[in-house]
């Protein structure tokens, strides 16, 4: 099943844009943001959250039988 990933977009009363990626971890939301910003305009902060940390690597369980 493919893992879902959502970008919220935000534009706030001084016309500013605020984008959160949810559902990705490590700096692949960095490459997502700045595809999008690339149309948009210029990056003028981020902040990232602890996902950004996380490792990139699927997060499946495992089971062994012995």
Known sequence: MPVKHE???????????????????GPSCVTEIEKFASGVGEIKA??????FYQSTQSKSQTQRRT
Do not use: A, F, H, R
Not at 8 to 24: A, C, F, R, T, Y
Not at 46 to 51: I, R, Y
């Open 7 to 25: 970008i919220e977009i935000v534009i706030n009363p001084e016309g500013e844009v605020e984008l959160e990626i949810k559902g990705m971890t």
């Open 46 to 51: 981020m902040d990232k959250k602890s996902e």
